[in-house]
């Protein structure tokens, strides 16, 4: 079974700026849930969906926000880019209904930079 | 707000068994305890999952005493090859769907 896919692997933007990023999950599983990841603050919860709905948010402002389509796939989108925004966002999936108790499988991530 | 601790780093020699605590003080009644490993330029994968007492699977054991506001992964033997940064993961709050990972320990394995 092929992993969890994430488009682009990297990506460089400017202040002000918007970012669309994509999650396609493992066959099969139907929760999706993003992090962020920085040196300063290690892997912060972004939010999760399941079956096109968003279940659950982070501490997050409004200017991230993400989607979850009928076939799984998931975006998440950074509107009015800050220089604190640059980090690695990380996709993870997982099979069953309630993340907090699922394994879940990441993928590599894609290194955002804001210049 | 719920938060997990861990140490920040840790050494160990090739062989030896490592032992890395996590602190959640304000987990869930029905969350569950869970340890991933993380590489340079990959995303966590998963080692371990618990609820309570002791899981033990071909990688590594977790222990969790009766209160739940700690755990315990242990990893036996280690090689260099498990030199990498590890990460406990649980809900938080009555909710238990707010996701806190742990500070992240870095452990190095040495020759």
């Known amino acids: 079974k092929a992993g969890v896919t994430q488009t682009p692997r990297y990506l460089i933007k400017t202040r002000g700026q918007q970012v669309t990023l994509s999650c396609s999950p493992i066959s099969g599983h139907r929760s999706v849930s993003w992090y962020q990841q920085t040196p300063g603050q290690g892997l912060q919860f972004l939010f999760e969906y399941f079956s096109e709905t968003q279940r659950n948010k982070g501490n997050f402002p409004g200017r991230f926000s993400g989607r979850q389509f009928s076939n799984s796939r998931s975006e998440m989108n950074v509107s009015t880019l800050e220089l604190g925004d640059s980090a690695l966002y990380l996709c993870?999936?997982?099979?069953?209904?309630?993340?907090?108790?699922?394994?879940?499988?990441f993928g590599p991530g894609t290194r955002l930079t804001v210049l | 707000l719920a938060k997990t601790t861990q140490p920040i780093s840790m050494d160990s020699y090739e062989g030896q068994e490592v032992n890395i605590t996590c602190s959640h003080n304000?987990?869930?009644?029905?969350?569950?305890i869970t340890w991933y490993q993380q590489f340079p330029s990959q995303g966590p994968r998963f080692i371990i999952q618990?609820?309570?007492t002791k899981v033990t699977n071909e990688v590594a054991s977790l222990f969790i005493p009766a209160d739940r506001k700690s755990s315990t992964l242990s990893l036996p033997r280690v090689s260099l090859s498990d030199t990498a940064v590890y990460y406990c993961?649980?809900?938080?709050?009555?909710?238990?769907?707010?996701?806190?990972f742990g500070t992240g320990t870095r452990l190095t394995v040495i020759p």
């Open positions: 618990g609820y309570k």
């Open positions: 304000n987990i869930a009644t029905n969350d569950y």
């Open positions: 993961l649980v809900g938080e709050g009555t909710g238990a769907n707010n996701l806190f």
């Open positions: 993870a999936s997982s099979p069953g209904t309630i993340v907090s108790t699922d394994t879940q499988y």
